[in-house]
């Protein structure tokens, strides 16, 4: 979302994202048009400290696996 739409989202958003995409391809693939909404429920600042945004996923999902956010 940072690099392509200028909003520091953090994980939750992209799953609501994701979650958001598929059901906007199923809507397509049945020919069907919609008006698809989610809510970006999360910042990404706090995740900086994870790396999630400058190294590879692997090590920022094993990164955020070590780290207690609330």
């Known amino acids: 979302l940072v690099r392509e739409c200028g909003i520091f989202a953090g994980i939750s958003s992209g799953a609501s994202l994701a979650g958001a995409l598929k059901v906007a391809n199923e809507v397509a693939e049945r020919g069907e048009r919609a008006n698809i909404v989610f809510i970006v429920c999360d910042g990404g600042w706090k995740y900086l400290s994870t790396g ?3 190294v590879d996923l692997d090590t ?3 990164n955020a696996e070590k780290v207690i956010y609330f």
């Open 60 to 62: 920022a999902t094993s």
């Open 52 to 54: 999630a945004y400058t």
